[in-house]
């Protein structure tokens, strides 16, 4: 109860007029470079990073509040009209949203990811608002060895459990780990990786990396690989659900949030498998309700555009957005792409979550978690009705687009410091990014390596100080002992998840293609 007194107490400071008119103007701008095609949250914010940079801590953190949800949305917007989902956790709303779109039911396809964002939002960031506190509680006694062991396990299961190739995701973990040296070493204070360049002697920038990174090598990458016409978007009109729809849709949204929300809350836990396991849940249900002469002709449409195939995975994408939330503030652990983009926001404000954030800056996470939840109404509210406008967005040439975003990545690195040398490094950091995705290497685990490298030396360097360089400090807590065998656990098994995987994935496909085959030749 303490919890959400404190909550309302941040929603009296995030209603007032000026902060409404923060959030708002968040939620469009997100919605507006969210929309963009092969934009995903991560990149959005990343690129609108540098609009914040003027205000107040509070201020800046409810309009980054805005801005988060707004990218959200604008990446289901994308998935549904284009087929082009803007990260790999909206693959699946748009395997049936953009089937619902070419359908004629564009709309209500829209609709429900909208509502479904809300209804998982709302109860993600209240329970973020109950765990996170608690958690904090506990972090606070953690010894050096047992945090040191739990960024290990961050960073480890990110780079091999995430992506497609371990070995790919260690190279794309020890080149971020390799950045974060940059600059003097806080205990020696020796220049390490300066090559001589005064500038470097201060620590790279996060912000220029991440925008460097994921906007402007995205940018190059999608740039190089489109072609110059507009890309064909499917019509849509004022979103809308009707009764049935509802009836459809509301299951599906609690139970994507129960999937999303434990997922996003583990390290390395992410949105692409509780969307993925909603997807089949889903499916299975209509299928056996289907078999058992229960449902309705409709309530089997799966590879052919079913609501449910987007209700369900867009409200655990939602609910693993805010679960997050939890080892963020509470660790100060990013655990996604766009939780890493957030924590480069906060450290710009000299700022480390961490257990001691919910003391020391109570009233600001208070605020900012009361601010999510005002972004998310402010969502649900303004984008609705503008649905339209945001599609024909999508309407833009692509020469103009990825010109408009390579200028205000520009911008937002030369904004971070007035520095043209920033500008530089954005460019040798976008063409990484380009590199980067042309080999296949996954982006993540660099982000989370240049942001937790540094705090992982000096948790190393703490411990090894208290037991007179012994190593074997390390694993000495209990802690640290469970950390690093759930670690090798999850190691040990991964093939065989991989294998469940794609299998499913690939009966899936296999089964839409069938459906659209047998509906082509019925007609």
């Known amino acids: 109860m303490e919890n959400l007194g404190l909550l309302w107490d941040g ?3 995030a209603l007032t007029p000026m902060n409404l008119l923060y959030a708002a103007v968040g939620v469009l701008l997100g919605t507006f470079v969210g929309v963009l095609p092969g934009i995903g949250p991560a990149m959005a914010i990343a690129l609108l ?6 205000l107040e801590p509070t201020q800046a953190f409810i309009m980054f509040a805005g801005l988060y949800y707004g990218g959200m949305y604008g990446g289901s917007t994308t998935s549904i009209l284009l087929n082009t989902p803007g990260e ?9 949203g953009n089937r619902m779109a070419r359908a004629g039911r564009g709309a209500q396809a829209l609709a429900t990811a909208a509502v479904g964002s809300f209804v998982a939002g709302t109860i993600g960031t209240l329970l973020v608002a109950m765990f996170a506190p608690a958690l904090a509680d506990v972090a606070v006694e953690i010894g050096a060895p047992s945090y040191f062991a739990l960024m290990v396990l961050a960073l480890v299961m990110t780079a091999t459990v995430l992506g497609a190739s371990p070995l790919r995701g260690l190279l794309s973990l020890f080149v971020g780990l390799t950045i974060g040296l940059v600059g003097l070493d806080l205990n020696t204070g020796q220049p390490r990786l300066t090559f001589g360049v005064t500038q470097l002697v201060d620590r790279l920038d996060i912000v220029v990396v991440a925008v460097g990174i994921f906007a402007l090598g995205e940018a190059l990458w999608v740039a190089a690989h489109l072609r110059r016409k507009p890309a064909r978007v499917v019509p849509v009109g004022q979103p809308w659900l009707g009764r049935e729809d509802l009836r459809r849709s509301w299951r599906p949204w609690l139970r994507g949030t129960a999937f999303g929300f434990p997922f996003g809350a583990l390290p390395a836990g992410g949105a692409e498998l509780p969307t993925f396991l909603s997807y089949v849940t889903e499916r299975r249900l209509a299928k056996r309700s289907a078999t058992k ?4 002709e409709d309530e089997d449409e799966f590879g052919r555009g079913a609501i449910e195939g987007v209700a369900g995975p867009e409200a655990a994408n939602n609910a693993s957005a805010a679960g997050m939330l939890v080892p963020m503030l509470a660790l100060g652990l990013p655990v996604t792409a766009t939780a890493s983009v957030m924590l480069s926001a906060l450290q710009g404000y000299g700022i480390q979550p961490g257990p001691q954030l919910m003391t020391e800056h109570a009233d600001m ?3 900012l978690l009361a601010s999510l939840l005002v972004g998310n109404l402010l969502l649900l509210v303004l984008n609705l009705p503008l649905a339209p406008l945001w599609a024909r967005l999508l309407r833009i040439p692509r020469p103009q687009l990825y010109a408009g975003i390579l200028f205000f990545a520009c911008l937002g690195a030369y904004a971070t410091n007035l520095d043209p040398f920033d500008i530089a490094l954005l460019l040798v950091f976008g063409l990484l990014g380009m590199a980067m995705r042309r080999f296949g290497l996954p982006v993540l685990p660099l982000i989370l390596g240049v942001i937790l490298g540094p705090l992982m030396e000096t948790k190393l360097r703490e411990a090894l100080t208290i037991s007179g360089g012994d190593p074997a400090i390390l694993w000495s ?3 640290a002992v ?4 759930v670690l090798l656990l999850v190691l040990v098994t991964r093939p065989l998840l991989s294998r469940w995987r794609s299998r499913t994935e690939s009966r899936i496909v296999a ?7 047998t509906e082509g030749s019925a007609r």
Do not use: N
């Open 477 to 479: 807590e209990p802690l």
């Open 365 to 367: 996470v208070w605020t």
């Open 49 to 54: 990073l540098p609009v914040t940079f003027g």
């Open 11 to 13: 929603l009296g400071a």
């Open 482 to 485: 469970a950390i690093y065998a």
């Open 511 to 517: 089964e839409a293609e069938t459906e659209a085959v």
């Open 88 to 96: 790999s956790a909206s693959v699946m709303t748009a395997l049936e």
């Open 293 to 296: 002469g229960r449902g309705t």
